[in-house]
């Protein structure tokens, strides 16, 4: 089975940003460890597949309360927002590594026209938001159905030019 990932080019240059400015924050912060714990942006994981009802799109969004994230619809752009927080009762010495990424998120896509806007719905369970964009009843495909056996046709005649 092929998975298609769209390929965003600048999501890797913020990532390597982020590595860079830990390792100057380490090397040259007296206060290293505490300062490692600040938060940035992140893009989290997304899955769209289509049927011939429905565009749905599957956002991993672990540890996000749903009160956190925006899920809006204007001018056929769909724009998701959220933010994931440290949790405060862990008290920020005791970490020994931070692998979570932290900090707030938006993803935006540009909707096909056969989406019906105005029936959009989002549902958030076990840490994936779901997101259903169903398509309008005109875009739908159509059964024709294929008469069988012979059909008497007309014959057109072509107009008689006048002399």
């Known amino acids: 089975m092929t998975v298609l990932t769209r390929w965003e080019p600048f999501r890797e240059f913020s990532t390597l940003q982020d590595r860079i400015n830990r390792v100057f924050r380490d090397s040259y912060s007296s206060a290293g460890q505490d300062e490692a714990l600040t938060t940035s942006s992140f893009a ?72 019906d806007t105005e029936n959009v719905s989002a549902t958030y369970d076990k840490g994936v938001l779901k997101i259903n964009l169903p398509k309008k009843a005109e875009a739908k495909p159509k059964q024709i159905k294929v008469n069988v056996g012979s059909e008497k046709s007309i014959e057109a005649k072509a107009p008689s030019k006048a002399a």
Not at 71 to 97: A, D, F, P, S
Not at 101 to 110: D, E, L
């Open 44 to 115: 989290p994981a997304v899955d769209v597949y289509e049927d011939e009802h429905k565009v749905t799109l599957k956002i991993e969004v672990p540890g996000i309360d749903e009160k956190d994230i925006d899920v809006r619809v204007e001018n056929n752009t769909l724009t998701v927002h959220g933010e994931r927080k440290i949790e405060k009762e862990e008290k920020e010495e005791n970490y020994r590594r931070v692998e979570r990424q932290y900090g707030s998120f938006t993803r935006t896509f540009t909707l096909p026209t056969t989406v």
